[in-house]
């Protein structure tokens, strides 16, 4: 892939490390109200119950099912309810101190920094989000992320989400850069893979979750370590 110029990164869980910092903003706020001595339940034992109602939730929005405020009103209270607790203010103190919370830490994907430390002084970096922009740009500046990206395309400019090909076109844009001489590398199999793939960019699947979908020119890492193999 000697043609390459630009490489491309998704954020949330391909470089900063979404499901980890949320797993430790979760088990602060866990803590901080007293939980487990009020209902007996350790924080293993309640996060697996989050796990599910919140991934349950979004899969619900992305069938068009639901709306996100009612993800926000529903993931919290279906979690405690699933171990038994009817403590409904409970859950909304939970999902309004939440995303404050998350912002408190800042872990990245392991590899994360020793790839882009690699790939810097070759390539022009960028990064192609679905996050709010707010977020995101908090997520990059308090993180070690900072200071490796020429651009940074947030979904949130133009209201359209990757796999959208308008989103793409739009980073195309900003970092100047042609999509033949670009590849992406993203966690979500649709809006990273085959969203970049569609597109006419080269894609890297960064398989974390174990997957395994496959397509033709779209190889799959399963670390990020992996990536200079290609590049
Ligand atoms: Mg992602």
Partial sequence: M??????????DNTLWDFRKNARFALAELYIKHDVENRYGFTFDEFHPH?????????????????????LR??????????????N????????????????????????????????KPKYSLHIITNGFIEVSKRKIESSDLQNYFETV??????????PDPRIFDLAMEKSQANKKESIYI???????????????????????????????????????DEVRSFL
């Avoid at 000697?2 to 954020?11: G, R």
């Avoid at 395309?153 to 990757?162: G, S």
């Fill in 88 to 119: 409904d203010a409970l859950a909304v103190i939970f999902e309004e101190e939440y995303m404050e919370t998350i912002t408190n830490y800042n872990e990245v994907v392991d590899g994360a920094i020793e790839l882009l430390d690699y790939l």
């Fill in 186 to 224: 993203g966690d979500d199999w649709i809006a990273d893979a085959v969203g970049a793939k569609a597109f006419g960019m080269r894609a890297i699947f960064f398989d974390r979750l174990d997957d395994n979908f496959t397509m033709d020119e779209v190889p799959t890492i399963k670390h990020l």
């Fill in 50 to 70: 989050y796990h599910e109602s919140n991934e349950g939730l979004w899969a619900l929005i992305r069938d068009k099912k639901i709306s996100k405020e009612e």
């Fill in 73 to 86: 009103d529903r993931r919290f209270k279906d979690a405690f309810r699933t171990l038994g607790i009817d």
């Fill in 153 to 162: 395309t947030y979904a949130d400019e133009i209201k359209v989400l990757k």
């Fill in 2 to 11: 000697n043609t390459i110029k630009h490489v491309f990164f998704d954020l």
